[in-house]
């Protein structure tokens, strides 16, 4: 069975999150300080301006490839599933986050806590939804 | 709605042939569902809505129950 529209938008997104953010947290963590830093704001827009362009661009490029966009029942299905795993890490990284609030001075790590926890929500529910996808639903 | 667990079984394959060999894009365009729908259906792997369900049938001209078996468990 080939790859349908959604599921190659999610593998855009999926490779949009791994790579940006990727590149922010490797350059970012290595050199931690007690609160965020301008610089490491910039990179961190930088990312996010980087992966809704790659967004933009990949969507444009997928919608005249395939041609066909709609969604259904099963779609919509399989996105809430995704989301309700999402949310479950999403919970998860909140509290640890402000464990680390309490536990650490200044805001980095509380800061990364909660943005790591916020890609890996994103990479469960991208990552539900592409299993779903190939399992049937 | 949700994930076939094996008990919906349905006739979507024989009737497809019978309608002419009709193809799954065909019959999702004429359903209102994508294709990958219809084939997720046919393979029992997903189990639609009581909505797509009547489509399907309306589709075929045949009662719902000539699409869709319940079986025992």
Do not use: C
């Not at chain 1, 992966?51 to 969507?59: D, F, K, N």
């Not at chain 1, 509380?110 to 943005?115: A, D, E, N, Q, R």
């Not at chain 2, 589709?59 to 025992?72: A, T």
Request: overall charge neutral.
């Amino acid at each position: 069975m080939g790859y349908s529209f959604q599921e190659k938008s999610l593998w855009l997104m999926a490779v949009g999150l791994v790579g940006w953010f990727g590149f922010y947290f490797g350059t970012v963590l290595p050199t931690e300080t007690a609160n965020v830093m301008p610089h490491q704001m910039a990179l961190f827009v930088l990312a996010i301006v980087m992966l809704v362009i790659m967004q933009i661009v990949g969507h444009i490029v997928l919608a005249i490839v395939d041609r066909r966009s709609e969604t259904d029942e099963r779609d919509r299905l399989i996105e809430l599933k995704g989301t309700r795993n999402a949310a479950h890490v999403l919970a998860t990284g909140v509290l640890l986050a402000l464990s680390a609030a309490l536990m650490t001075d200044g805001n980095f790590v509380f800061t990364h806590v909660l943005l790591g926890a916020w890609v890996l929500a994103q990479l469960v529910q991208i990552g539900s939804q592409l299993f779903l996808y190939r399992r049937g639903a | 709605m949700g994930k076939g667990g094996g008990l919906i079984t349905n006739e979507i394959r024989a009737l497809r042939f019978h309608q002419g060999e009709m193809t799954q894009r065909e019959l999702a365009d004429r359903v209102g569902v994508t294709r990958q729908t219809v084939n997720a259906i046919e393979g029992n792997k997903y189990s639609p809505s009581l909505e797509v369900a009547y489509r399907i049938a309306r589709v075929f001209d045949v009662p719902l129950e000539k699409v869709f078996q319940y079986g025992e468990e």
